[in-house]
């Protein structure tokens, strides 16, 4: 294994979490007495240039060509989406004369915003099922995956971009040097470019290991953000740090020969980075223990309520779900089912840990005593939508970062 930004040989170990399926491959009922491979699951970092990564086992065209995750079944994902393309509309001045550029745009959640807007758009989506519910929602989609080619053939048929948005992709190239031409070459000279990622920083402070998964093949720090961006001629100039899945940041950079000085919240975010560890080795030493302490205090809690005779049943059915469940071992015995608002997944089992997937009205006729929340970083939204089961007596239960329960009027206690 070699590092995909820098080339260097010289990774070191963070978490190894063993050997798990690829965290979207929903089994059918067809298929759970054939085998099921399995891959490493092992994160580490370049001791040359700090990437956080993982082998590239996988490849974007066994897992994107169909996908199972389609982002407008959640309703806060959608509205996180609406208010982007507000601001970035105000921001950047947008009007019926730009164009926006999403890569990786699923199923039209954000760009439909943009429509909405009456700023002209494209959506670059590989998965041929979630680009068809784009068009569908009227937004412009074509079906291709990012490299220098496509973005060439997509400048010269539409003319180049004034805004490129990729979120939640930029982890998902196991080509990162090819992926960043790509955006560079969709780029007008004068343009932005806006990623969203889940942010280095929780994920080592918290050991939210569960963001980990075959499919992320890399993790990065504003640090090693702008180190990659660097390779196709692009500077880092602002970054936010937003909540989305338990903590990410959201980069602005604009081609060099446009782009200022990094502002006051770039250099705000590199020192809390510093003083956190994440610009030396040793500030990642800690995550493999934090992993174990999550998987031994669920274990614990989940005994502990089926030896009380509880049924538990879980909600949704997300790839760091899948994660946590092959890590820990979870399997029908002490997670009876699990419901998702996706009727891509109803009637299919969870890669692996093989959890019968069901629509969310089973847990209103079945009202298990204990209901463990797998997308734990929509808690908000999803407290709330299961606030009928809360006040009937239900315990919802958060696993990560820390195991805790949501209580009557939102009240959050310690399990």
């Not at 995750?69 to 730009?98: K, Q």
């Not at 080592?204 to 998964?213: K, L, N, R």
């Amino acid at each position: 294994m070699q590092c995909r930004l820098c080339g260097s040989s010289r990774l070191r170990s963070v978490v190894d979490l063993g050997a798990t399926p690829p965290c979207e491959k929903f089994l059918t009922a067809d298929e759970l007495d054939l085998p099921e491979p399995t891959y490493p699951l092992h994160l580490r970092i370049c001791e040359e240039c700090l990437l956080l990564q993982i082998p590239a086992l996988i490849i974007p065209e066994e897992t994107f060509s169909e996908y199972a995750y389609f982002s407008s079944f959640s309703a806060s994902w959608v509205d996180h989406a609406r208010r982007f393309v507000e601001t970035s509309i105000d921001r950047l001045g947008l009007d019926a004369d730009s164009l926006v550029v999403e890569v990786a745009s699923n199923d039209g959640y954000l760009l439909q915003h943009a429509v909405a807007a009456g700023v002209p758009c494209l959506g670059i989506e590989p998965s041929v099922n979630v680009g068809e519910a784009a068009r569908e929602r009227g937004v412009p989609t074509v079906t291709a995956f990012l490299g220098p080619e496509t973005a060439a053939a997509v400048r010269a048929e539409h003319g180049p971009a004034d805004l490129v948005v990729a979120n939640n992709v930029y982890a998902h190239i196991p080509d990162l040097l090819g992926f960043t031409q790509g955006l560079r070459g969709l780029l007008a000279d004068d343009g932005w470019l806006s990623i969203e990622v889940h942010h280095a920083l929780p994920l080592v402070a918290e050991g939210q290991f569960d963001t980990i998964y075959h499919e992320h093949f890399q993790y990065y720090s504003v640090l090693t953000a702008q180190r990659a961006l660097a390779t196709a001629g692009l500077t880092v100039v602002d970054v936010e740090t937003i909540p989305t899945h338990g903590g990410s940041i959201r980069v602005w950079a604009r081609p060099d020969g446009v782009a200022q000085a990094p502002s006051d919240r770039v250099r705000a975010v590199l020192r809390a980075e510093e003083e956190a560890g994440l610009h030396d080795l040793a500030g990642y030493a800690g995550v493999q223990a934090l992993a174990e302490r999550a998987r031994q205090d669920l274990l614990r809690f989940l005994l502990e309520r089926r030896a009380e005779g509880k049924r538990i049943a879980g909600y949704g059915a997300p790839g760091k779900g899948n994660t946590l469940l092959n890590y820990c071992g979870i399997r029908t015995d002490l997670l009876e089912y699990t419901v998702d608002r996706n009727p891509y997944k109803h009637g299919r089992f969870t890669p692996g840990a093989r959890i019968p997937i069901h629509e969310p009205e089973r847990l209103d006729s079945d009202r298990p005593d204990v209901v463990v929340v797998l997308p734990w970083n929509l808690e908000t939204e999803i407290t709330e939508q299961l606030r009928h089961l809360v006040d009937a007596g239900t315990e919802l239960v958060y696993p990560m970062p820390h195991l805790h329960a949501a209580r009557p009027h939102a009240a959050v206690t310690e399990v």
